[in-house]
C-alpha cells in the first residue's frame, strides 16, 4: 500500500528557513499536500502541489517536487515562532481519493 | 463562510458504551472524510461519501464501526461496544468533487475511552 514518511522533528531559529522533507512511495499520486497542525486545534491546509508540477511558491512556502525520488519538501522562508507547529505531508489519487498522511514533523521555533 | 463542525468537541465513555459523533461539512461541499487521529496510529481514513455513490468503507477497523450521510450533508460516525483501543481524535474533512480534491477539516471529536 502506499506509504509516507517523514522525518519526525526539526529545530530552527526565529529568522531561518526551515526545510520539511517527505517521502512517498505510490507512483500514482497525483495531488500532494502540506497540512499545519497547532496544538490542539485541527489540520490547515496550507498549499499542495500537482504532481506534473515540480516546484510551488506561495509567499513564504515554497513547495519542491521531485517525482523521480517520490520526495517532497516544504520550505518555509523567514520562519516565526507562530510557525511552531506539526506539519503533515499527504498525498492521494485521482483512484482513492483519501489522504494518505505521513507521521508529521514538529517543527520548533527558537527565539 | 462557515468551515466544518463536529460535535462533541470531547466525549468521553466507559467501555462497552456506544457513541455517536457528527460532522457537518462546509456548505455545497459534496465529498466527506473521517479520519482518526491517535498516538499510535498516526492519522488514519476511515470511511469517505461521495454524493450518492456507496461509501468507501475501506479504513473501518471492525465492524463496530459503521458511518451514514444523511441527505447527502450531516454525517454521523457511530461506535459500538466501544475499546479503550478507541481513544482517539476523530477527524471530519469535506471536499468539492471537482479539481484538487482539497480537504478541509473540522476541529475534531476527542473520544476518550475508560
Known amino acids: ?111 | 463562510g462557515a468551515g466544518v463542525s463536529q460535535s462533541p468537541s470531547n466525549k468521553v465513555t466507559e467501555k462497552g458504551k456506544d457513541v455517536e459523533l457528527r460532522c457537518d461539512p462546509i456548505s455545497g461541499h459534496t465529498a466527506l472524510y473521517w479520519y482518526r487521529q491517535s498516538l499510535g496510529q498516526g492519522l488514519e481514513f476511515l470511511i469517505y461519501f461521495q454524493g450518492n455513490s456507496a461509501p468507501d468503507k475501506s479504513g473501518l477497523p471492525s465492524d463496530r464501526f459503521s458511518a451514514e450521510r444523511t441527505g447527502g450533508s450531516v454525517s454521523t460516525l457511530t461506535i459500538q461496544r466501544t475499546q479503550q483501543e478507541d481513544s482517539a481524535v476523530y477527524l471530519c474533512a469535506s471536499s468539492t468533487l471537482a479539481g484538487r480534491y482539497e480537504q478541509y477539516f473540522g476541529p475534531g471529536t476527542r473520544l476518550t475511552v475508560t
Open chain 1, 1 to 111: 500500500g502506499e506509504d509516507v514518511e517523514q522525518s519526525l522533528f526539526l529545530s530552527v531559529r526565529e529568522g531561518d528557513s526551515s526545510v520539511i522533507n517527505c517521502t512517498y512511495t505510490d507512483s500514482s499520486s497525483t495531488y500532494l499536500y502540506w497540512y499545519k497542525q497547532e496544538p490542539g486545534a485541527g489540520l490547515q491546509l496550507l498549499t499542495y502541489i500537482f504532481s506534473n508540477m515540480d516546484m510551488k511558491q506561495d509567499q513564504r512556502l515554497t513547495v519542491l517536487l521531485n517525482k523521480k525520488d517520490k520526495h517532497l519538501s516544504l520550505r518555509i522562508a523567514d520562519t516565526q515562532t507562530g510557525d511552531s507547529a506539526i506539519y503533515f505531508c499527504a498525498e492521494s489519487d485521482t483512484g482513492r481519493r483519501a489522504l494518505t498522511f505521513g507521521s508529521g514533523t514538529r517543527l520548533q521555533v527558537q527565539p
